[in-house]
């Protein structure tokens, strides 16, 4: 499975984004499906991560209330809304997949996912 993101760019601060993450070769359908980021400087991070069937989604702290992951399995798809945008968001954001759909505290550690995609930049300036 191949994971191609898109959706990054220039936003101001305040605005909303919608990043989006399609898999090429395979389906994703029974996997979860997560969102990080990596900003300069620091390590890459867990942002959300959906259940296999969307029916269970979970969110870092920081995003909480901003960000709405979705899934779209019929079209190999996910998203992630981005509302209300800080600049502490400002980060390179990687879509992953193939981990498993954990309940708890969910899919959250990068040692669960096996398939990654290449990122897209996301700049929060005004």
């Known amino acids: 499975v191949q994971l191609q993101a898109s959706g990054g760019g220039l936003v101001r601060p305040g605005a909303s984004l919608r990043l989006s993450c399609v898999a090429f070769?395979?389906?994703?359908?029974?996997?979860?499906t997560g969102w990080f980021r990596k900003a300069p400087g620091k390590e890459r991070e867990f942002v959300a991560a959906?259940?296999?069937?969307?029916?269970?989604?979970y969110y870092a702290d920081a995003v909480q209330g901003r960000f709405t992951i979705s899934r779209n399995n019929a079209m190999n798809t996910a998203h992630l809304q981005m509302n209300t945008v800080r600049p502490e968001d400002a980060a390179v954001y990687y879509c992953?997949?193939?981990?498993?759909?954990?309940?708890?505290?969910?899919?959250?550690?990068?040692?669960?996912?096996?398939?990654w995609g290449q990122g897209t930049l996301v700049t929060v300036s005004s």
């Open positions: 070769g395979g389906t994703v359908d029974g996997y979860a």
């Open positions: 992953a997949t193939g981990a498993p759909s954990l309940g708890g505290l969910g899919p959250r550690g990068e040692a669960l996912y096996h398939f």
């Open positions: 959906i259940s296999w069937n969307g029916g269970s989604t």
